[in-house]
Nanobody, 114 residues
Framework: QVQLVESGGGLVQAGGSLRLSCEAS????????MGWYRQAPGKQREMVAT???????NYADSVKGRFTISRDNAKNTVYLQMNSLKPEDTAVYYC????????WGQGTQVTVSS
């Protein structure tokens, strides 16, 4: 079992920044892929950014150049730094761990006002 606890969401104006955190209950080396996903009202959940155990990252085209995924193995924590936020980034953001079982956090709301 992997438990994930997200934090860092909130309300920000367009152009602003937020950093999301996701702390895992197990060591990072036991997780194949850590990722951030988001779900806006009325839309399907979509991948935002992922990082493999080896450090390979992958980003959705819509966030490339604005968002950065990183991790701190000592803290069992993965981060999502979000810059130049847009209203269309408004969504509930979920942390995911793939071990290869898939585990989800409870989600954190990000709201970007225009």
């Amino acid at each position: 079992q992997v438990q994930l606890v997200e934090s860092g969401g909130g309300l920000v104006q367009a152009g602003g920044s937020l950093r999301l955190s996701c702390e895992a209950s197990v060591a990072m080396f036991s997780i194949n892929v850590m990722g951030w996903y988001r779900q806006a009202p009325g839309k399907q959940r979509e991948m935002v950014a992922t990082m493999s155990r080896g450090g390979t990252t992958n980003y959705a085209d819509s966030v490339k150049g604005r968002f950065t995924i990183s991790r701190d193995n000592a803290k069992n924590t993965v981060y999502l730094q979000m810059n130049s936020l847009k209203p269309e980034d408004t969504a509930v953001y979920y942390c995911n761990a793939y071990t290869p079982r898939s585990y989800w956090g409870q989600g954190t709301q990000v709201t970007v006002s225009s």
